[in-house]
């Protein structure tokens, strides 16, 4: 899968857009600003947009091509992001730390998944907040982007299991318009989770 990911943000252009995701833009506005961690943030533009509105950012993704160039365009917006080359199951950081943690089309196979969501929520502190935006199975229709393997998509019974910990704030499974570079464009099916730890 790393080879899958350098080699997609290899590409010149920035692959999903340098602009930030709505639905994160939305969410960071009705919150206090304080410190984020984007696992899985690929090319930045949401740890980068976050950085933006002054929030301390910590990132994290497999692809050092991604990291490439989230290093870049922090640059080029002049904002400090933290952005490690690392994997969801290895990677760690200090239990309670962030106020938010935001899972953009953070895709995690069956296998891994209910391990990986368990330990963000170590990682939220007290009243910490989790924004989570991605594709449910009905996605396999569209071709505006996200996994082609069922396994990988989401539920709102898996969220629930993964995340009961968490008191639900919204939660809604939608159809939208993409408008994210060139891989994230047309009709899709998503699934919204904001919870409080």
Not at 42 to 52: D, F, L, M, S, T
Not at 163 to 188: D, M, P, R
Request: charged share 25%.
């Amino acid at each position: 899968m790393n080879n899958f990911w350098d080699e997609r943000y290899l590409e010149k252009e920035y692959v999903y857009g340098k602009d930030a995701n709505v639905f994160l833009k939305t969410e960071l506005d009705n919150i206090s600003v304080g410190r984020i961690l984007f696992p899985c943030e690929g090319e930045g533009r949401n740890a980068v947009y976050a950085a933006q509105k002054g929030w301390v950012v910590d990132a994290f993704d497999t692809s050092i091509e991604g990291f490439k160039k989230a290093n870049d365009l922090a640059k080029e917006k002049r904002v400090s992001i933290s952005y490690k080359v690392a994997d969801a199951l290895t990677v760690d950081y200090p239990r309670e730390s962030f106020d938010a943690v935001a899972l953009i089309y953070s895709h995690f196979p069956d296998t891994i998944r209910e391990q990986v969501h368990h330990k963000i929520i170590t990682w939220l502190k007290p009243n910490g907040v989790l924004i989570l935006e991605a594709f449910n199975p009905n996605q396999l229709n569209n071709t505006s982007g996200g996994p082609k393997d069922l396994s990988l998509l989401y539920t709102e019974e898996m969220l629930v299991k993964d995340f009961k910990s968490l008191t639900t704030l919204q939660f809604s499974t939608e159809v939208i318009s993409l408008n994210e570079g060139k891989y994230h464009q047309g009709k899709a099916d998503v699934i919204r989770l904001v919870g409080k730890k």
